[in-house]
């Protein structure tokens, strides 16, 4: 078990250029999150799959973002025209769904750090 | 809309002493995961200690443990003999049983004096 590993760790990029972030969740984990995390501020929620199935969005994710996970292992982030809000510690996070009561835990990975100049 | 508040942004302690980190939170439901994780300085977080809603009895992993108060809606982690380890931010979340996303706090930075 290796844990979740993201890439880049950082990326600095100027203002109206694209981006695109790597999540490789712990094998088998079938469910995937990411979370953007900004200073001194608690992560919050951005999108999930399910295996390839994208299950639930945030109002964050404006027509900017755009998330893939097309044979349900890895994941991609994409920003797209990057704006200077978009500076942040993009998280990402997987957990095995099991049946019952859906007590997975996520496990998150050591997160991609965007500065946007 | 649920909310997590973390009303202690910075707490420090002796090192082998005692702390407690305060968390609230307002939801309507009342089936719900409360949990605590833990963000050490450039390191990944990690889960500290769960606890289910419809569980009265308050959960403990070694020396961390939690007083959950259902009513009062509040979710506080004690920690005993803290160890130099143990500084990092730590963060108090919710989710809704059936839901997949967590609702975080700001977080509290625990610093461990020598």
């Known amino acids: 078990d290796t844990g979740v590993s993201q890439d880049p760790r950082h990326k600095i990029t100027k203002r109206g250029q694209n981006v695109t972030f790597r999540c490789d969740p712990i094998?088998?984990?079938?469910?995937l999150y990411w979370y953007r995390q900004t200073l001194g501020q608690g992560p919050e929620f951005l999108t999930y799959?399910?295996?390839?199935?994208?299950?639930?969005k945030s109002r964050l994710l404006s027509d900017r973002f755009s998330a893939e996970r097309p044979k349900g292992s890895f994941s991609t982030l994409e920003i797209q025209r990057t704006e200077q809000g978009d500076s942040a510690m993009y998280l990402c996070?997987?957990?095995?769904?099991?049946?019952?009561?859906?007590?997975?835990?996520?496990?998150f990975g050591p997160g991609t750090r965007l500065t946007v100049l | 809309a649920q909310t997590v508040t973390q009303s202690q942004p910075e707490m420090s302690v002796q090192e082998a002493e005692t702390v407690t980190l305060s968390c609230t939170y307002d939801t309507s439901e009342s089936d719900y995961y409360l949990f605590w994780y833990k963000q050490p300085p450039s390191r990944q977080m990690i889960l500290v200690i769960r606890?289910?809603?419809?569980?009265?009895q308050n959960a403990t992993e070694n020396r961390f443990s939690v007083n959950f108060q259902k009513a009062a809606k509040s979710f506080s982690l004690k920690i005993s003999d803290s160890q130099l380890g143990d500084a990092a931010m730590y963060f108090c979340?919710?989710?809704?049983?059936?839901?997949?996303?967590?609702?975080f706090g700001q977080g509290t930075r625990l610093t461990i004096n020598p």
């Open positions: 606890q289910e809603a419809y569980k009265q």
């Open positions: 799959f399910q295996n390839e199935a994208q299950l639930e």
């Open positions: 979340a919710y989710r809704i049983q059936g839901a997949q996303k967590l609702v």
């Open positions: 094998s088998e984990h079938n469910r």
């Open positions: 996070a997987s957990s095995l769904a099991t049946s019952g009561r859906g007590t997975d835990t996520q496990y």
